[in-house]
């Protein structure tokens, strides 16, 4: 046998074996009812002071349905076959880390909880409903005032971004 034989043979082996061994790519499981092609998102209820959070959320899990799923995502609730309705239990920012000098806060972290049920429309069955989901973002703030930037924007659309990948992976795969 010649050594390109002997490195076919063995490139060979390794493909069946990786292809045999039972190891697939995690995330791709769709264990949503076929009948379901539509999905709309409405605006979330909140209890927060955070109004902001009520329209980003659907928006970015809307994106993540579009990007990740066979669904397509209507606005119009009364056409979609399944519908996905949260609520905002929790908007909060609270410091984590203070500057010893000036006492002031130098790291916030962003908590988010939310309540979210995914239903069949047409008879109203839960999908899929899940209470209580936290999700955390934490950030820096400057100790200086003159250097001071809000970061909680863009941390809350940090946030809002982890949540919809994490709720459209748990509605497809069922968890």
Known sequence: MTRREAWAVLGGSAVAALFSCGYHVGGKADLVPKSIQTVAIPAFVSSSVRYRLVDVLPQQIG??????????????P????????????????????????????TSVQVVVIVTINFVERATGKALYSRSGMA???????????????????????????????DIVSAIVENF
């Open 63 to 76: 994106r993540e349905f579009i990007a990740r799923t066979r669904f397509r995502v209507l606005n119009n």
């Open 78 to 105: 009364n056409e979609a076959d399944a519908v996905l309705n949260g609520s905002i239990n929790a908007a909060q920012v609270n410091p984590t880390i203070y500057d010893p000098t000036s006492g002031r806060a």
């Open 135 to 165: 999700f955390r973002q934490n950030y820096s703030i400057a100790v200086d005032p003159h250097q001071f930037f809000d970061e909680s924007g863009p941390a809350f659309d940090r946030v809002s971004r982890d949540l919809a990948r």
